[in-house]
């Protein structure tokens, strides 16, 4: 059976609504799906109805960057009570910091010379502030346009070269995610349910044997093992992994988009496929 359980939508830094979503799924023949915005449910029940209509089991989900010490990772959690009052106090206080941080570097571009109406920028995002669609918004003005291309001396730039120049840029300064501590992850998580797991371990360097232990000991459930972002040899190390300290196997595509422009591969859904009979214990949290 075709699953996918790290989805993106509108309501954070994906660019299809969460109905749009659900009905892309059903169009690639998944039947059990999960919605994971970063640090918002705003389009959790959306999602529901959605997949209601297209007979996809919906699952519900979060994406958290977490921190432990020095440590930093992503999270994927499942199955909690997403009318939680608390969990939403949690994730306003994430997303009232991270539109902080947004602010803070286009002040700093706007002295560069880029046009931006900061305010008006802003506004659009009532959740998570998209850095992706914050850099459409900058690219969308011609004179903006004009000087990214001067600036990067490249006509046809791409958004990650932007985003490198202006947003990860030491002399501009550096965006960073919004972490949270994962103790206060797992101590909310004793109140609303759930499950905890790590997602694309191989793309962020986080299979290190010591540090999966320690995560697996604090309380989280599971790792992602099939994630397009992993390749062949980190999805078998994380499968080992998996096996040996007892995780729960996940997989999810992280889709944000289709590429569009007649390209031949849209996105990883074109050649990636997660069948949940590749993942042990994945029952645990798709039932």
């Given at each position: 059976?075709?699953?996918?359980?790290?989805?993106?939508?509108?309501?954070?830094?994906?660019?299809?609504?969460?109905?749009?979503?659900?009905?892309?799924?059903?169009?690639?023949?998944?039947?059990?799906?999960?919605?994971?915005?970063?640090?918002?449910?705003?389009?959790?029940?959306?999602?529901?109805?959605?997949?209601?209509?297209f007979k996809?089991?919906?699952?519900?989900?979060?994406?958290?960057y977490?921190?432990?010490?020095?440590?930093?990772?992503?999270?994927?959690?499942?199955n909690?009570?997403?009318?939680n009052?608390?969990?939403?106090?949690?994730?306003?206080?994430?997303?009232t910091?991270?539109?902080?941080?947004?602010r803070?570097?286009?002040?700093k571009?706007?002295?560069l010379?880029?046009k931006?109406?900061i305010?008006?920028?802003?506004?659009?995002?009532?959740?998570?502030?998209p850095?992706?669609?914050?850099?459409?918004d900058?690219?969308?003005?011609?004179?903006?346009r004009?000087?990214?291309?001067?600036?990067?001396?490249?006509?046809?730039?791409?958004?990650?070269?932007i985003v490198g120049?202006y947003?990860y840029?030491?002399?501009i300064?550096r965006?960073?995610?919004?972490?949270?501590?994962?103790?206060?992850?797992?101590?909310?998580?004793?109140?609303i349910?759930?499950?905890?797991v790590?997602?694309?371990?191989?793309?962020?360097n986080?299979?290190?044997?010591?540090?999966?232990?320690?995560?697996?000991k604090?309380?989280?459930?599971?790792?992602?093992?099939?994630s397009?972002?992993?390749?062949?040899?980190?999805?078998?190390?994380a499968?080992?992994?998996?096996?040996e300290?007892?995780?729960?196997?996940?997989?999810?595509?992280?889709f944000?988009?289709?590429?569009g422009?007649n390209?031949?591969?849209?996105?990883s859904?074109?050649?990636?496929?997660?069948d949940?009979?590749?993942?042990?214990?994945?029952?645990?949290?798709?039932?």
């Amino acid at each position: 059976m075709l699953i996918d359980l790290q989805l993106h939508s509108t309501y954070s830094d994906g660019y299809l609504t969460p109905r749009e979503l659900a009905k892309f799924a059903d169009g690639k023949k998944i039947k059990i799906a999960s919605l994971t915005d970063h640090n918002t449910v705003g389009g959790a029940e959306e999602f529901r109805r959605a997949c209601k209509e297209f007979k996809i089991k919906p699952i519900t989900g979060v994406e958290l960057y977490a921190k432990l010490k020095s440590k930093r990772f992503n999270l994927l959690w499942y199955n909690f009570d997403d009318k939680n009052p608390e969990l939403h106090a949690f994730l306003r206080n994430i997303q009232t910091r991270r539109r902080a941080q947004v602010r803070r570097i286009l002040k700093k571009l706007v002295g560069l010379g880029l046009k931006i109406k900061i305010n008006k920028v802003l506004d659009k995002y009532n959740h998570y502030v998209p850095l992706n669609r914050v850099v459409d918004d900058i690219w969308s003005v011609s004179a903006n346009r004009a000087k990214i291309k001067r600036d990067l001396k490249n006509k046809r730039p791409r958004e990650e070269e932007i985003v490198g120049a202006y947003f990860y840029n030491k002399k501009i300064g550096r965006l960073h995610e919004t972490r949270v501590d994962i103790k206060r992850v797992l101590e909310l998580r004793k109140k609303i349910g759930g499950q905890l797991v790590l997602n694309h371990p191989g793309r962020d360097n986080r299979l290190e044997r010591n540090f999966l232990m320690t995560i697996k000991k604090l309380g989280i459930d599971g790792i992602e093992v099939l994630s397009p972002h992993h390749s062949i040899g980190a999805v078998m190390y994380a499968q080992f992994m998996a096996e040996e300290i007892g995780f729960i196997m996940s997989g999810g595509s992280d889709f944000h988009l289709e590429e569009g422009e007649n390209r031949p591969v849209q996105s990883s859904l074109e050649y990636f496929k997660i069948d949940s009979k590749h993942l042990k214990g994945i029952k645990k949290i798709i039932g």
